[in-house]
């Protein structure tokens, strides 16, 4: 199910009058904007708040769609130097959780959004619109699926009784806590977050709104730094402002403040998120990257944050980093193209920004990002889509961000895509994504790579869950993203949450997806 070439020609010539003008020398951003909480207090334990959670009517929301990026030319690029024709030996891990978590029909909306995260002795799990606590030895639901504004019953304002969307959950390593997001959707925008005032994910929160007006905040992600939590959302489904907010004050229910930035041709920017026991050199920004302005860049910023002196931080960049040459899954102005079997629709691709998370880990020597997206296969395979991954490497630790490996890790008929990334503390890195084809149902699979590995190569996936039905009636969607993290604890184990369909719940074909989540780590990490 390729685009005909007619069809991939005629696009292509059409993306040549949105070609940009070349990236500009590194500058530096100052004079940023300051905003503050419009209000901020601290839960009731949310275990006892879900115990009287309203219940929202199935069907009630359809999530808005993401703003694409047409910042990239989407003309043919050249061949993709980095594909993997052949898979390394069976993946060395061993897989220790593998369960069925949030699903549809339990009163969400369309589009998942499904990420999770885990901490000291608990997993989490948000989508659009259920929040869900697991004891992460045995899988045990601790919080059943909850919807995520009850977090913030009896606070009033923007963020109690509206739709939470693009809802995200990390943990913070450093202070054994938890952070949640989402954005209401009323037409009187805010951010609402929440930050756990204990590792308990059903306890008690400090809450905070941040008032955005008529502009939509859309896509916001977070990750977590010494000096700051850092996020990134896309203005009115266009620009991204990356913002980094006050971490001392939020942790402690203080008012807190958020410094933020407006540069030129920057969109769907993620942020380095601190995994591992060693943190960033002291006083080191917060790394941010995109997709650059051709088909062979990628673009990182540095963002340094002074909450005693706001007008003092500064954001610098970009520091161009070139890759192989890759194309767009699905090409220009086509976003619904990944195929499933009949009577499956074709959905949507996401290819024009990098996928959460941007995993970032100090290894002493060197510093180490690791990060994902969706590309088209090579020419060996009639796929759709393929799934793009880098390792980024600062050597020595504090020095500027080259490539140091990449890979296009394609299936010769199924599709990849929607992926995410991260890396453990011997340097091995896993890779979770969906995969789907002509007939092959949706389903979630898993690769990895050990750091022994030939550079640029993964290993032969697993199948963490195998689809048994099909979308449809959900407009063409999937989940925007996904998560790969890490356990804070054995700095071994990986935790992906993924989307998928199962046919206990909807039947063959539906718009009832469900979500697995997967727990594995290579044999050799100890």
Known sequence: MKLNTSTAFALSLASVVLLPAPAPAQNVL????????????????????????????????????????????????????????????????????????????????????????????????????????????TGENLLPPTATNTIFSGFGGLCENTPPGDPV???????????????????NYALCIAVST?????????RY???????????PKYAVWPDAYYGSTNLGAGPSEPCAYDR??????????????????????????????????????????????TTDLLQEFDFHVDFAHPKKSTFTGPNNI??????????????????????????????????????????????????????SPGSSSSAISAMRWYELRATPVGSSFALYQAGTFQNNKVSLWMGSTAMDKQGNIALGMSASGDAKDPSVWYTG???????GKMETPSVAAKGTAVETGDAQRWGDYSSMSIDPVDDCTFWYSQMYYNKKHGGRASGDWDTRIVAFKFDSCK
């Not at 204990?198 to 400090?206: E, K, L, P, V």
């Not at 920004?285 to 650059?292: A, D, M, R, S, T």
Request: glycine share 6%; charged share 20%.
């Open 198 to 206: 204990a590792s308990d994910a059903t306890g008690t929160y400090n």
């Open 322 to 375: 070139t890759v192989p040459s890759f194309a767009e899954a699905c090409g220009v102005f086509v976003y619904y193209c990944i195929p499933q079997p009949p009577p499956g629709e074709l959905v949507e691709s996401l290819a024009d920004r990098i996928m959460f998370r941007l995993a970032y880990r100090n290894f002493g020597d060197h510093e180490a990002m690791v990060v994902a997206h969706n590309v």
């Open 30 to 137: 100052t004079d940023p904007a300051v905003r503050y909480d419009a209000r901020h207090d601290v839960s009731l334990p949310l275990r006892d708040m879900a115990r009287s959670a309203r219940l929202r009517r199935r069907g009630a929301a359809k999530m808005p769609e993401p703003g694409h990026n047409l910042q990239l030319p989407k003309g043919p690029p050249g061949e993709d130097t980095v594909v993997q024709q052949f898979y390394l030996p069976t993946v060395h891990t061993t897989k220790l959780l593998a369960f069925d978590a949030v699903r549809e029909d339990e009163l969400n909306a369309e589009v998942p959004d499904t990420n999770g995260a885990v901490g000291s002795t608990q997993f989490v799990e948000i989508t659009n619109f259920d929040y869900a606590v697991y004891d992460k030895a």
């Open 248 to 293: 001392t004050a939020m942790l402690v229910g203080r008012k807190a403040a958020a410094i933020c930035f407006t540069p030129n041709n920057v969109t769907s920017l993620l942020p380095s998120d601190l995994d591992g026991t060693t943190e960033p050199p002291k006083g080191a920004p917060n790394h941010y990257l995109q997709l650059g302005n």
């Open 169 to 187: 959950v990390i943990w913070d390593k450093l202070a054994n806590r938890w952070l949640v997001s989402y954005f209401n959707y009323s037409g």
């Open 209 to 219: 709104e941040y008032d955005y007006g008529s502009t939509l905040p859309d896509y």
């Open 449 to 455: 790579r050990l750091a022994s590995d030939p550079l």
